[in-house]
């Protein structure tokens, strides 16, 4: 709960009306420093009414801020940087509901239908109660956003490396929603998509989420995390690799890197690709195009 010590009252604001019902004015601060350098367009804000007092109000602000003009009563609010692609927001009726979550990917490949894309940088913070009083005068909100969604970097060394023409991974068990109001990441077991690339004798890649699930913190088990790399060779052949990442992501978090927005992801791991034989042409089948993915082959993509 963010505690209302965060509220001043200033003289400097006038009473406004909003659609005829007496409100009074809030004016927001919001604090960017130390999260990031590269400030988001801007911020939705919802104060959300407790009890019968009060009516909702849902309006977008400067990054930096601004006044809003709020009917007196107790509120629970939140904010959050409006101005994603990939993170989408549901369930706004409501302080308990309203989540972020990502949507499918729709590569149009058999097993891929649950598969959905890795968030991009979201901002967001919450307030559980606000009393905004019957006011000539301001109140002054004063929060600081935090960014919620991770970056874990990997590298895994693989033998035989020049037999591969691409390679196409997923996450699974990492935290694919995130609850708002609630502070809170959730895992409802989508393949989170990610980009590998092909390095000399490694392939290397980086997948985004909101985190380990909060669910999954309380158990005395770990849930299981593991990549899904799918191996496309130079002659059609897929190789599929499931390497268990539990243990490392589980240790990264334990080990006080929570709070840390990008975190390395050791993995002894190696992988070994059989030789094949080289189509004449030397590039095989696969364009790595994806839209024709589907015409080429029917692929089946590990879902859990």
Not at 19 to 46: H, M
Not at 212 to 223: D, K, L, P, Y
Not at 247 to 269: C, M, R, W, Y
Request: proline letters at 5%.
């Amino acid at each position: 709960m963010v505690l209302l010590s965060f509220l001043v009252v200033t003289g400097c604001s006038r009473r406004d009306i909003l659609d005829d019902y007496p409100v009074s004015g809030v004016e927001v601060r919001l604090d960017w420093s130390g999260v990031t350098e590269k400030l988001p367009e801007g911020v939705r804000i919802i104060f959300y009414p407790k009890g019968d007092n009060g009516r909702k109000v849902d309006t977008y602000l400067p990054v930096k801020g601004g006044h809003v003009g709020v009917p007196p009563g107790i509120y629970s609010v939140v904010v959050y940087n409006y101005d994603t692609e990939t993170v989408l927001v549901r369930g706004d009726e409501s302080y308990e509901t309203i989540e972020t979550y990502t949507g499918l990917c729709n590569f149009g490949i058999a097993g891929t239908e649950k598969m959905v894309w890795g968030p991009e940088d979201f901002y967001t913070t919450c307030v559980d109660e606000l009393m905004v009083e019957k006011s000539d005068e301001s109140l002054i909100l004063k929060l600081s956003p935090k960014l919620v969604v991770k970056t874990y970097h990997f590298s895994i060394k693989v033998t035989g490396i020049k037999n591969i023409s691409q390679v196409f991974g997923s996450v699974v068990g990492m935290a694919d929603h995130y609850l708002l109001g609630k502070s809170f990441s959730l895992c409802d077991g989508c393949p989170i998509y990610f980009d590998v690339v092909r390095g000399k004798d490694t392939i290397e890649g980086s997948f985004t989420t909101f985190g380990i699930s909060q669910i999954v913190r309380t158990r005395a088990e770990n849930t299981e995390v593991s990549l899904n790399l799918l191996l496309l060779k130079v002659d059609d052949t897929v190789q599929e690799v499931k390497v268990d990442v539990t243990e490392v992501i589980h240790k990264s978090e334990a080990g006080g890197e929570t709070d840390k927005p990008e975190i390395d992801v050791p993995i002894e791991d190696e992988i070994k690709v059989d030789d094949v034989e080289t189509p004449p042409d030397g590039n095989g089948g696969m364009n790595g195009d994806v839209d024709d993915w589907e015409d080429e082959t029917d692929i089946v993509i590990p879902v859990e």
